[in-house]
């Protein structure tokens, strides 16, 4: 451990003191229990009070599993992150990984600069464009939000006249951030499988009439618009999480009668149904941007070449609880249980 000698003489491993936000059901609880496990020295903090960084005075690195709907994180949980990273602590997620987190537009300029295989996306910023650009258009196209997780904010559009009304909203009304139509036709989808319960989706059914205070709290998307070419795929999409020099993959089906894998439930976790050049790409990709923990959606074009569609730090935990190994960076094969939270502590250290 001499690499990680500090002024004092002790090694990173008996300085380290971590800062955690704690949100139960999020990585956290994971985060928690390994340093509890491990004898790393932490303390949960809250970075909804105002003296956060006070809080954070005597850690050396900060973990934050923040969320993509809820409207505190949405206003500050990169920028705080960002300012301590700045400050020189250890943070997860890091800059690197995090700026363009939950935000499909900034991912079309993340690809295209880096030269990253993606599927082609177009982005107006004013409705003359768009509208140009729709009457030279192929159809069908996918239209997205640039935030939003599950598939509830992508649509497939088959004609001009739905493109051109999706434009009007854009530059209009806007769109809700949280499609409330979208999540109880899901919910009604679910409990029809046997997947969710009937409460649930009553809960759903209100919430279309009364909003919840996160909801009446959420900007609407507007003043934009992003269409994205629409890639045949098979029936399935690859997700793939990189985190530091290991990978792991599902293989997500998509919905019945329907383009859309994330979010289906519908999970393949069979290793030999991976192509290899999924992870490849996800760990080359990792690479070159020099982030240290992301997802990653890739689909397949005609000549089976991986496309990413949409990167991401944070995915839902237990999904790949049943993975069955992961890769390591020279694409060999490990079988058996791992904790991918334990790995995002390994890398502040
Ligand atoms: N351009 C596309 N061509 C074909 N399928 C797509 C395209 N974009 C998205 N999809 C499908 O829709 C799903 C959701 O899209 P994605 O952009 O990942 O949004 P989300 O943030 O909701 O996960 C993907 O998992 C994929 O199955
Ligand atoms: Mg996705």
């Known amino acids: 451990m001499i690499l990680c000698l500090r002024p004092d003489g002790k090694d990173i491993y008996n300085f380290m003191k971590i800062g955690i936000h704690h949100n139960p059901g999020s990585f956290s609880d994971r985060w928690i229990k390994y340093c509890e496990l491990n004898k790393i020295d932490f303390k949960i903090v809250d970075c909804y009070q105002n003296d956060i960084i006070q809080q954070l005075e005597d850690c050396d690195a900060f973990m934050w599993h923040h969320n993509h709907l809820n409207y505190k994180d949405l206003i500050f949980a990169k920028q705080l992150l960002y300012s301590l990273e700045n400050a020189g602590k250890k943070v997860f997620p890091d800059f690197k990984t995090n700026w363009h987190f939950d935000d499909k537009i900034a991912q079309k300029y993340l690809f295209e600069a880096f030269n990253i295989p993606h599927v082609p996306t177009y982005i107006f910023y004013t409705k003359q464009d768009a509208l140009k650009w729709v009457e030279k258009a192929n159809f069908p196209q996918i239209f997205k939000l640039r935030c939003g997780a599950g598939s509830l904010n992508v649509s497939i559009i088959h004609s001009k006249k739905v493109a051109i009304n999706k434009i009007k909203i ?25 997947k969710d319960i009937l409460l649930n989706v009553l809960k759903a059914l209100i919430r279309l009439v009364i909003l919840s205070d996160n909801t009446k709290m959420l900007k609407k998307e507007k003043g934009y618009v992003y269409f994205q070419e629409f890639i045949f795929s098979q029936g399935f999409d690859i997700r793939v999480v990189v985190i530091g020099d290991k990978a792991f993959a599902i293989k997500r089906k998509v919905r019945k009668n329907d383009f859309r894998a994330s979010g289906s439930g519908d999970i393949i976790y069979n290793m030999d149904e991976i192509p290899i050049s999924a992870i490849k790409i ?14 990653y959606d890739i689909v397949f074009n005609e000549k089976e070449e991986p496309l990413i569609l949409e990167v991401s730090f944070g995915f839902v935990m237990f999904v790949y609880d049943e993975c069955p190994g992961y890769w390591d960076k020279n694409l060999q094969l490990h079988l058996g249980q791992f904790n991918p939270q334990s790995w995002m502590v390994e890398l502040l250290k």
Do not use: D, P, V, W
């Open 282 to 295: 996800a760990f080359e990709t990792t690479n070159k941007i020099q982030a240290n923990c992301l997802t």
């Open 170 to 194: 854009a530059f209009g009304k806007g769109f809700f951030l949280f499609n409330r139509s979208g999540y109880l036709k899901e919910l009604i989808r679910r409990y029809g499988a046997g």
